[in-house]
């Protein structure tokens, strides 16, 4: 990390306010922060101590005696007295309106034993009062709760009797059923499984358990159809409000059909749009499985959805599932001798890739095996090869396990690695997967350094609401790659840890950059937008331990005030 010394910070917009300017007090800037910790996020990794904002711009990046001068009668003046100014945070991959509606739902919070689980939906049920047959939705629990099988309806159909109950696990691979739903969407023993899903069943009887696995959760999808728009629009804002909360200026909405694209512009409209959003759009929004021609009409209305804040040039594809429910696509076999085939053949994904990449558009791929990514990689390798170069910002999502041949590729083909650092460290889910491919497997996971070093614009992402928005949280996780909730613990992956730098340039520049953001935002700068957000501490002068336990006190979105917590005067 190199510290550039302020005094190369030139501040050269300061004598712009003040030529021609004879009466006093002059009108000034719309707002200064003084004597903080700024750091700017560009590639120098330089410090400021003072930043000038007006209309929404970044005017002033400097020292705190030359800011003096900006300030006038209309100034809003803050005192940062140390805390850390730096942008945005910026997501790679947030499930926004979703995280928001599962809060006004039946949520299961991380980490819940099976008592913990009925007690919280005891609580869901008592405070929603639901009517007979009303379909109870929400999420949340964890597989590692349950034993291989999955959750049973057994304990839905005590808590709500005759209710059709669906809950999402926490990876959106599962879901959890009661039998009310069971009957309604017509799953019954004689039920064949569809294509690239499981219906967990009774290994004597066939009957369906209560568990439904990537595409049979489709079999329940009038459930979530039956969430009316009005709900769906106060679970965006809710889901708004949270990413704000973290500090989050921008992050990409993976998985937007036209119902959910629609609920932002709707946002938009209403002035509620507090972040910039890229909505990677798809017409079976989040659910687990290959798309068909369907896309191109979703794509071609999406100038419908476009905004100032909204950037609609994105397509979200799924090669494969995840490793944890064996769906995802492996090189080598799981230590059972069994594999999961992709959703697409080769052939089939090239064409599609090239046509997308074509159109100008993003292509935000969820790949988790190292098959699944090899096969994103061969596409974009022949979108490349069939429509040359472009800056669309392509990216392959989760990367849990790549194989040392093809790191390399992704800086050569300009694919983006976007990672989930919050997954960098031996959680239970890590312990799980060991038994689906081994130890040595399990140690490659999430090779954010060997990214680094082979050539790879890194990203990052949290997947809420799969796991925790909070991005200090990823960040630590990706500094020590050891449990970020505790002070020492077991390490994922030897040597995968990055620096503090690196981590943030994830969640700032980097990301803005495979946003289409990095003119705009992702960094401060004088002629930038005024993406900002306020720490309680500095997060470089603190360690390692500490970095998940920083809070943000202030997030300014185009020089708005989006959040404040309190601590900043
Ligand atoms: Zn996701």
């Known amino acids: ?59 002033f990046v400097g020292g705190s005696a030359d800011a003096q001068s900006l300030i006038g009668s209309n100034t809003e003046v803050t005192d940062l007295a140390g805390k850390m100014l730096m942008p945005g945070f910026h997501d790679g991959h947030a499930h926004v309106s979703y995280g928001g509606r599962m809060g006004l739902g039946c949520f299961i919070t991380s980490r819940s034993s099976l008592e913990e689980t009925r007690q919280q939906l005891n609580d869901c049920a008592t405070a929603n009062n639901y009517a007979p047959d009303e379909w109870v939705t929400g999420g949340g629990w964890e597989l590692y709760a349950f034993g291989d099988q999955g959750p049973t309806s057994g304990m839905l159909d005590e808590v709500f009797p005759g209710n059709p109950v669906v809950l999402y696990d926490a990876f959106g691979h599962n879901a959890w059923v009661s039998s009310r739903a069971l009957e309604l969407a017509g799953i019954t023993s004689k039920t064949p499984d569809p294509p690239q899903g499981v219906i967990v069943r009774d290994p004597e009887t066939g009957e369906p358990t209560g568990t439904l696995r990537d595409a049979a959760m489709s079999m329940v999808d009038h459930a979530i159809e039956q969430v009316s728009d009005g709900k769906r629009y106060e679970g965006l804002l809710r889901g708004l409000e949270e990413v704000n909360r973290y500090g989050i200026t921008a992050f990409i909405e993976p998985g937007a059909s036209e119902r959910k694209a629609r609920l932002y512009k709707t946002a938009e409209e209403n002035g509620a749009l507090t972040t910039r959003v890229i909505l990677s759009l798809s017409p079976i929004d989040e659910l687990p499985d290959s798309v068909g021609p369907e896309l191109f009409d979703l794509l071609a209305k999406r100038d419908q959805f476009r905004g100032s804040y909204i950037n609609p040039d994105s397509v979200k594809i799924y090669i494969d599932g995840v490793i944890e429910t064996q769906t995802s696509t492996m090189i080598e076999a799981y230590s059972d001798g069994t594999n999961a085939a992709p959703f697409y053949e080769q052939g089939q994904l090239n064409l599609l890739y090239e046509q997308l990449d074509h159109m100008g558009l993003q292509i935000h791929t969820h790949a988790i095996g190292d098959g699944a990514i090899r096969i994103a990689l061969d596409a974009y390798e022949h979108a490349l090869f069939e429509n040359g170069p472009n800056e669309n910002g392509h990216q392959i999502v989760h990367l849990q396990l790549i194989d040392p041949a093809d790191q390399p590729r ?93 981590a943030l340039d994830m969640y700032t520049r980097n990301a803005a950059k495979v946003m289409r953001l990095e003119t705009k935002t992702g960094t401060i700068a004088v002629g930038k937008r005024a993406d900002l957000v306020v720490l309680d501490r500095n997060l470089f002068s603190i360690p390692a331990t500490e970095i998940s336990e920083a809070q943000v006190l202030l997030t300014l979105m185009d020089g708005k005030e989006v959040y404040r917590a309190g601590g900043v005067d």
């Open 410 to 502: 992704f800086g050569e083909l300009n694919v983006a690695a976007n990672f989930q650092c919050l997954w960098c460290y031996p959680d239970p889910y890590i312990y799980l997967a060991e038994d689906f491919v081994g130890k040595e497997r399990v140690q490659q996971f999430y090779p954010v350094k060997s990214l680094q070093d082979a050539g790879a614009l890194l990203v990052g992402g949290s997947d809420w609401d799969v796991t925790s928005l909070n991005p200090l949280e990823a960040i630590e996780t990706a500094v020590r790659r050891q449990d970020p909730y505790i002070d020492s613990g077991p390490v994922l992956g030897e040597n995968e840890e990055v620096d503090l730098v690196t």
């Open 1 to 59: 990390m190199s510290l550039k010394p302020l005094s190369t910070l030139t501040p050269v917009l300061m004598v712009m306010f003040f030529v021609g300017c004879d009466q006093a007090p002059t009108k000034g800037v719309d707002r200064i922060f003084l004597n903080g910790g700024v750091y700017l996020a560009d590639t120098e990794h330089s410090w400021a101590e003072a930043v000038g904002i007006d209309n929404g711009e970044i005017v």
